[in-house]
C-alpha cells in the first residue's frame, strides 16, 4: 500500500524540518533532532513542539487510458519459463495531501518550518527524494496559509500549512499462463464432402 511510501517520505522531510528549525534557534545543525510527522487520525499523544501532522485525503483513480500492462519472463535460474509469463498492470492515482506545521508559541516559526516544507518538496532535492519512494509530489497552494486553531480557554494551536497531491501507480501483478500449441495427435481433420 502507498501508505508506507508516504510515511517515509514524511519521516525524510521531518529530518530537513529538524535542521531547519535548529538554523531557526541558531542551534548547530549537527544537533538537530528530527520533527515529527504524524498523520493526524493516528497521532495518539501530543508531539513535542513544533511538529507536522498530514491528513491523507481521498485516492483518486485516473482515467482507464492512464492504465499501461508491462509484460516480462518468469526466470527459474537463469531459464525462462516456458508455461507463463508476469503481467504488471499499472494505473496512474494520486492523493490529496494537507500538511501542517504546529507551534504552541510562534505562528511565524510555524510559518517559517511549512514554508520551508513546501519548497523542500517542490525542489529537485525533495521530488528525487519522493521519486526513489515511486511518488511525484504537486503542490496545490501557492502559498503556506494560516491554519491556527483557537481553544475556548484561549489557548493557541499555531498552525501554518499547505495542499498537495502525491501521483504514483497503483500495481497490480499476476502471472499468465502461455498458450501452448496444439499437440499434432490431437489434430483431426476431417474430409469434406463436395
Given at each position: 500500500?502507498?501508505?508506507?511510501?508516504?510515511?517515509?517520505?514524511?519521516?525524510?522531510?521531518?529530518?530537513?524540518?529538524?535542521?531547519?528549525?535548529?538554523?531557526?534557534?541558531?542551534?548547530?545543525?549537527?544537533?538537530?533532532?528530527?520533527?515529527?510527522?504524524?498523520?493526524?487520525?493516528?497521532?495518539?499523544?501530543?508531539?513535542?513542539?513544533?511538529?507536522?501532522?498530514?491528513?491523507?485525503?481521498?485516492?483518486?483513480?485516473?482515467?482507464?487510458?492512464?492504465?499501461?500492462?508491462?509484460?516480462?519472463?518468469?526466470?527459474?535460474?537463469?531459464?525462462?519459463?516456458?508455461e507463463k509469463f508476469?503481467?504488471?498492470?499499472?494505473?496512474?492515482?494520486?492523493?490529496?495531501?494537507?500538511?501542517s506545521i504546529l507551534?504552541?508559541?510562534?505562528?511565524?516559526?510555524?510559518?517559517?518550518?511549512?514554508?520551508?516544507?513546501?519548497?523542500?518538496?517542490?525542489?529537485?532535492?525533495?521530488?528525487?527524494?519522493?521519486?526513489?519512494?515511486?511518488?511525484?509530489?504537486?503542490?496545490?497552494?501557492?502559498?503556506?496559509?494560516?491554519?491556527?486553531?483557537?481553544?475556548?480557554?484561549?489557548?493557541?494551536?499555531?498552525?501554518?500549512?499547505?495542499?498537495?497531491?502525491?501521483?504514483?501507480?497503483?500495481?497490480?501483478?499476476?502471472?499468465?499462463?502461455?498458450?501452448?500449441?496444439?499437440?499434432?495427435?490431437?489434430?483431426?481433420?476431417?474430409?469434406?464432402?463436395?
Amino acid at each position: 500500500m502507498i501508505t508506507k511510501q508516504i510515511t517515509d517520505i514524511f519521516t525524510h522531510l521531518g529530518s530537513e524540518l529538524g535542521k531547519e528549525f535548529a538554523r531557526i534557534k541558531g542551534t548547530p545543525v549537527e544537533n538537530a533532532v528530527n520533527l515529527a510527522i504524524d498523520r493526524v487520525d493516528q497521532v495518539a499523544e501530543r508531539p513535542t513542539y513544533p511538529y507536522g501532522t498530514y491528513r491523507l485525503g481521498s485516492i483518486k483513480r485516473m482515467p482507464t487510458k492512464s492504465s499501461f500492462l508491462v509484460d516480462e519472463d518468469i526466470f527459474s535460474g537463469d531459464e525462462i519459463d516456458s508455461e507463463k509469463f508476469k503481467r504488471t498492470e499499472k494505473k496512474r492515482a494520486s492523493a490529496l495531501i494537507s500538511f501542517s506545521i504546529l507551534h504552541e508559541k510562534s505562528l511565524a516559526t510555524a510559518i517559517a518550518l511549512a514554508d520551508f516544507a513546501m519548497e523542500y518538496l517542490d525542489s529537485e532535492e525533495g521530488m528525487a527524494f519522493c521519486e526513489t519512494k515511486g511518488i511525484t509530489p504537486t503542490l496545490i497552494s501557492d502559498a503556506v496559509e494560516d491554519r491556527t486553531v483557537v481553544f475556548d480557554n484561549a489557548r493557541y494551536d499555531y498552525k501554518a500549512g499547505f495542499d498537495l497531491y502525491f501521483s504514483f501507480y497503483k500495481t497490480k501483478e499476476s502471472e499468465i499462463p502461455l498458450m501452448q500449441p496444439p499437440n499434432s495427435e490431437s489434430i483431426q481433420i476431417q474430409d469434406e464432402e463436395t
